[in-house]
């Protein structure tokens, strides 16, 4: 059965607004000053696909891990979220044409992001594999080549792309819209397996058990290193807002010494400590972040204090 909130999503999107910004419906009060620069004074702007359990949207409230963690952070920043319906391959674009202020939704962390994209520190990790259909005989771990021969399907713009269309002998590699429809394929035997978002499938396979489908992850290969490593899941911003940046990374390290995180996810059914245990080693490192931490590349700039917000 659909989602009250796919249907929402996908009511919006096909009438003529795919691809644009879609500000999620409902009466909105003004909201307070704040010291941020943001799209609309006293709103937090946030580009969602709208896809549960890393976003969902009801009504005018952003919903999911991801975006329940930047409205706990927003709140401290004296900003009320504003929610913005946008398919997957354009919620970079709406930050970077300063029509959001914030994109979200299990974004992992890549060098070729950082330079087009302002990227927060991580906000969890993640472990990427394949969804497939639970009585496929596969092993307990893949190898990339044992996905040699199969149909595969994925996100228009999913960082994994290229890594797949490179895999030997791969039948076939379709790109979509949203997950709703990859699970659709794969479920009725036009895919063999999906690449989506390790939370969602986590949460679609327990909460659709009828469905019959299983979560197999990869092998490490540095030859494909974006399909089969460990990932930072990150929110994007603007080149040109580093006090807003610096204010969610500060919120962010609060979301996680404070637990507040984990409370998110547990919420949502997703309850695997590895999604909080960072990287053996960070690729970020000479990238957009110093050894220290500190914001390296296009987003580089003397940063600001805001941990008194969060105190």
Known sequence: MTSNISFRRRTL?????????????????AAAPSQFKTVEPGFLTVAALGELPASGIDVDRLTGTDGEIITAIAEKLGLKVKPALVDNAGTIEAVRSGRADLMLGNMRWTAKRAEVIALSDPAYYVTYGVITQSDRKLPDVLKVSDISGLRAGTLTGASSSADLKKIPNIADVKFYDNSEAVIRDLTSGRLDFGVLDPTLIAFETKRKPDLKLKHVVFEPDAEFAI????????????????????????????????????EIFDKYGLSDPAYFQPLAKDPRVGVDRDPSGKVLGPSAHDPKDFSGLFA
Do not use: E
């Open 13 to 29: 999107l096909k009438a003529g607004l795919a691809g644009g910004l879609v500000a999620a419906s409902g009466l909105r009060v």
């Open 227 to 262: 399909l089969t490593g460990r990932s930072q899941s990150v929110f994007g911003l603007n080149f040109n807002n580093p006090d807003l940046l610096d204010a969610v990374n500060a919120g962010l390290k609060w979301a996680a010494s404070s637990g507040k995180s984990r």
